[in-house]
């Protein structure tokens, strides 16, 4: 993100979405370092240009995890991008990454993902060594992180705010997979069934 | 605590359209919500729709007050991005085996 970017500073709605990579740890003990370099190489890349084809920007990777994000615009496009940017890495995993791991005699790969819409804010860090300078806080983080520990193999999982925003054609093939609970409160979480043409 | 509801959304579907005047090129349209998500239903001796999702009733006399914050404002059609999967996938092919030759 470019210094004083215009989020700086202020509260924005956007939508944050983690894709990962399921059982790596267990897989990547037993791939030598050039193999985990290719493994992981792969996967990240390719979920970084998902994102940016699908209107987001990655805001960081940590390990095995892509972690996006989707600033709020005018309309609802933006938020049902989310959807089929999610739906498409399944699909890029399933189809591309795994076969073509598989042909340089790596193990296949499965993935995760979860998503979820809300408010945060920029702020921006002091140190001089990190490699970059600001940080997105806000609830919708840690939300969207809870609500992709409960999706499974090659599922993607979103909170009842984003439900609540996306296309009526993806809305009716969101199945209820129960609630997250905060302080006595109940959120919900959905698994999007919908399938791409 | 449970996150704050920031937005609503209300898809509608046009059941009907009529020229008005082709060449100012103004027409007339009836638009209803999306039936795959809302159904009519009559809550309290109030006609309205309701949500089969998130159980939530919209009366019509809310939907009236809302038409009028339309006027004026231009129709927009927004761009469905990369729906088909084929394609997409052939790109993204494309992508990762340019990257690992590289």
Partial sequence: MKENHPLENSSFGLVVLYVDIRHSTKIARKLRPLEQKLYYETFL?????????????????????????????????????????????????????????????????????????????????????????????????????????????????IGENLAEIIYAEYRVDCEYKGDLKFDGDTYKLFKVNYALG | MKPEKRKFRLDMTITEIEEVDREKGLFRFRAIPDPRVWEKRTIDGKNGYWHKIDNIFLSEEELKKAAPTLKGKPIDVEYIGMKNKDEYLRRSKKRIEGKSSS
């Fill in chain 1, 45 to 157: 890349n390719e979920m970084i240009s998902i994102i940016e084809d699908f209107g987001g920007y990655t805001f960081k990777t940590t390990g095995d995890c892509v972690i996006g994000f989707f600033p709020e615009e005018g309309g609802f496009q933006w938020a049902d991008n989310v959807i089929l940017c999610g739906l498409m890495m399944i699909e890029v995993v399933k189809n591309n990454i795994s076969p073509y791991l598989e042909s340089k005699g790596l193990p296949a790969l499965e993935c995760r993902i979860g998503a979820d819409y809300g408010e945060a804010q920029v702020i921006k860090l002091s140190s001089q060594k990190l490699p970059f300078n600001v940080e997105v806080v806000g609830s919708v983080m840690n939300i969207a992180a809870k609500v992709q520990s409960n999706a499974d193999t090659n599922q993607m999982f």
